[in-house]
């Protein structure tokens, strides 16, 4: 069964700390993608990547960086949290394929709240 | 910026009904449209996908795709309280790598 893992379900930072959100699947996946989650804004891509080591920017990359060491994790990381930070993210993975629309594989979502 | 645009409702209809969900997209040369619902608390879950015009069908769910218009829609019959969720239209770049989602459209299905 497919499964995309985030380590963490809520979170409660303070401004200014650095935050790690870590995201593994065990589907041998070549994509992952970060996105956040607003109200009325749906889900926003912020960095993906499609190869170990690799990363693209997606629309909303400021503020975030990425690490991906190993094909199964994508690590997603606020250098210095603000409260504009505080959102629902999501992890997904993909298998892309010629000529087969992609299908996303979502984690749980972690929610952090920024104080 | 390519942009996805749904109505953000809340769309209620009595159970029974059919729920009608539209969804509009600006970049002319996406290929592979896609419906995510998503029940409140959980993540996205893909129900539908749809790359050529005209209709598919998979049980309750009918999905439509007007190329020319750059129109996608969402059609659900004999609506259940469980449809009760958030349907999100996402749309794939020409890559194929980046889906790009609307803001979602809140469904209500009253017994």
């Known amino acids: 069964d497919v499964k995309v893992t985030q380590s963490s379900r809520y979170l409660v930072k303070r401004t200014g700390e650095k935050v790690f959100l870590e995201c593994v699947q065990d589907?041998?996946?070549?994509?992952m993608f970060w996105y956040r989650q607003d109200p009325g804004l749906g889900l926003r891509l912020i960095y993906f990547s499609y190869d170990v080591k690799m990363k693209e920017k997606g629309d909303i990359p400021e503020g975030y960086s990425v690490s991906r060491e190993k094909k199964e994790r994508f690590s997603l990381i606020l250098e210095s949290a603000s409260t504009n930070q505080t959102s629902m993210y999501l992890c997904?993975?993909?298998?892309?394929?010629?000529?087969?629309?992609?299908?996303?594989?979502f984690g749980e979502g972690s929610r952090l709240t920024v104080l | 910026q390519k942009e996805v645009e749904q109505n953000s409702g809340p769309l209620s209809v009595p159970e029974g009904a059919i729920a009608s969900l539209n969804c509009t997209y600006s970049d002319r040369v996406s290929q592979s449209f896609f419906w995510y619902r998503q029940y409140s608390g959980k993540s996205p879950e893909l129900i539908m996908s749809i790359y050529s015009n005209g209709d598919k069908e998979d049980g309750r769910f009918t999905a439509q795709l007007n190329k020319a218009s750059q129109y996608v829609s969402l059609l659900i019959r004999d609506s259940q309280p469980s449809d009760s969720a958030t349907y999100l239209c996402?749309?794939?770049?020409?890559?194929?790598?980046?889906?790009?989602f609307g803001g979602g459209t809140r469904l209500m299905v009253k017994p």
């Open positions: 996402a749309v794939e770049d020409n890559a194929g790598n980046m889906l790009t």
């Open positions: 589907m041998d996946h070549e994509n």
């Open positions: 997904a993975s993909s298998l892309p394929r010629p000529g087969v629309p992609t299908e996303l594989f």
